[in-house]
């Protein structure tokens, strides 16, 4: 069983940065792939960065790549999700997930074993 907890998430305007972070406990961090999703209003799931357990390969979904950056400290047991040039569309509630398939980096939110309970982002223009 592993347990997540995301923070980092709050009001800022568009063009600032961000910080999420996600603290896993309960079990090895590094036997863990790890993804970031998001949900806005009304709208489906979207996977947003996903990272191998050594911090070598990740993923990024078109819509935030160039502007955001997943990385992770195994000795802490946390991944990060580095948000820059924010806009209003990124505004949702960001969550962390484990995937039980360290060396596998996927983009589907149905290969994710554990979630956190998430961290609202908003951005305003």
């Known amino acids: 069983q592993v347990h997540l907890v995301e923070s980092g998430g709050g009001l800022v305007q568009a063009g600032d940065s961000l910080r999420l972070s996600c603290a896993a406990s309960?079990?090895?961090?590094?036997?863990?792939?790890m993804g970031w999703f998001r949900q806005a209003p009304g709208k489906d799931s979207e996977f947003v960065a996903a990272?191998?357990?050594?911090?070598?390969?990740?993923k990024y979904a078109d819509s935030v790549k160039g502007r955001f950056t997943i990385s992770r400290d195994n000795a802490k047991n946390t991944v990060y999700l580095q948000m820059s040039t924010l806009k209003p569309e990124d505004t949702a509630i960001y969550y962390c997930?484990?995937?039980?398939?360290?060396?596998?980096?996927?983009?589907?939110?149905?290969?994710?074993?554990?979630w956190g309970q998430g961290t609202q982002v908003t951005v305003s223009s």
């Open positions: 309960g079990s090895v961090f590094s036997d863990y792939a």
């Open positions: 990272i191998h357990w050594t911090g070598g390969s990740t």
């Open positions: 997930a484990a995937d039980f398939r360290p060396a596998i980096v996927v983009d589907a939110p149905h290969f994710y074993d554990y």
